[in-house]
Nanobody
Framework: QVQLVESGGGSVQAGGSLRLSCAVS????????LGWFRQAPGKEREGVAA????????NYADSVKGRFTLSKDNAKRTWYLQMNSLKPEDTAMYYC??????????????????WGRGTQVTVS
């Protein structure tokens, strides 16, 4: 009922930018919540940004505030995570995740039952 496909990862030098995409297909609800998470080797998965289609509220992790921005193309049913001023510590596998309403724009991975396969971001 929910399918997510990430794209846009790659390698970039510190200070550079990347834009990740998450194509969303939701057949069981009109409203949903979407989160971006990342996991670096040997580290726990970390919430990066989350939003909901009900009121558009968005949360960002302190580590990315002011550098990462969530946006959406309604026509393409695609969410974007614009990542600027990238740092080596941003290197990780990035995943988008979703839950159908009722849900909240939380940065907690276990609240999201649907996940994409991830896209790698490497900052050197």
């Amino acid at each position: 009922q929910v399918q997510l496909v990430e794209s846009g990862g790659g390698s970039v030098q510190a200070g550079g930018s990347l834009r990740l995409s998450c194509a969303v297909s939701v057949s069981s609800a009109n409203d949903y919540c979407l989160g971006w998470f990342r996991q670096a080797p040997g580290k726990e998965r970390e919430g990066v940004a989350a939003t909901t289609t009900t009121d558009g509220s968005t949360n960002y992790a302190d580590s990315v505030k002011g550098r990462f921005t969530l946006s959406k193309d309604n026509a393409k049913r695609t969410w974007y995570l614009q990542m600027n001023s990238l740092k080596p510590e941003d290197t990780a596998m990035y995943y988008c995740a979703a839950d159908v309403y009722p849900c909240g724009s939380v940065l907690v991975d276990y609240e999201y039952p649907y996940w994409g396969r991830g896209t790698q971001v490497t900052v050197s």
